[in-house]
């Protein structure tokens, strides 16, 4: 049996000042947790500190067997600092995963805009919607949005290449 058929529990990231979070049982498709968390701005040590907080807590919490973030995506007039201050977040992702032993996943939006409603250029708005009728909850905003579609292109993903390789 294909070792990653075992996985089913997987948090889903949208890294940002606002981070978007999320836990998904893959195998029953269920959603765990979502919610979004405002990081410091001004500070990036408290914000790194904050996050890698956060993440230990939420793997402590659920026990996940994987992480799926979402790639970094920087409009062309994106500040300076915003690929520095992204980089600095995906770091302390990737630290945390590493500390339990867990693999990441980077998804593009384009693919998580494709695989939520089949379409790579969809709207935020088609998202959201998708979101509220699959899963019946309303989300706070984009962020938690996107951490949610980003664990479900992951769920999705692992599916298919399962079934592709049996």
Not at 15 to 34: D, I, P, R, W, Y
Not at 35 to 42: D, E, G, H
Not at 137 to 161: G, L, P
Request: proline fraction near 4%; charge should be positive; include cysteine.
């Amino acid at each position: 049996m294909n070792k990653r058929a075992n996985k089913s529990v997987v948090v889903g990231l949208d890294l940002a000042e606002k981070t978007g979070l999320c836990v998904m049982n893959g195998a029953t498709k269920q959603l765990l947790f979502s919610s979004t968390v405002k990081l410091s701005k001004a500070d990036s040590e408290s914000r790194l500190v904050h996050l890698h907080k956060l993440l230990n807590k939420i793997i402590d919490s659920f026990s996940p067997d994987e992480i799926a973030i979402e790639d970094v995506f920087l409009p062309s007039k994106t500040s300076r600092k915003t690929p520095i201050a992204l980089g600095e977040l995906r770091g302390v992702a990737r630290l945390c995963a590493a500390e339990h032993n867990l693999p990441v996943f980077f998804y593009p939006p384009r693919k998580v805009k494709q695989t939520i409603t089949g379409y790579g250029n969809a709207s935020k708005e088609d998202v959201i919607n998708w979101i509220k009728n699959e899963f019946n909850i309303e989300v706070k905003d984009d962020n938690e949005a996107d951490a949610i579609s980003i664990a479900w292109t992951h769920v999705i993903a692992s599916q298919f290449e399962r079934l592709s390789k049996e």
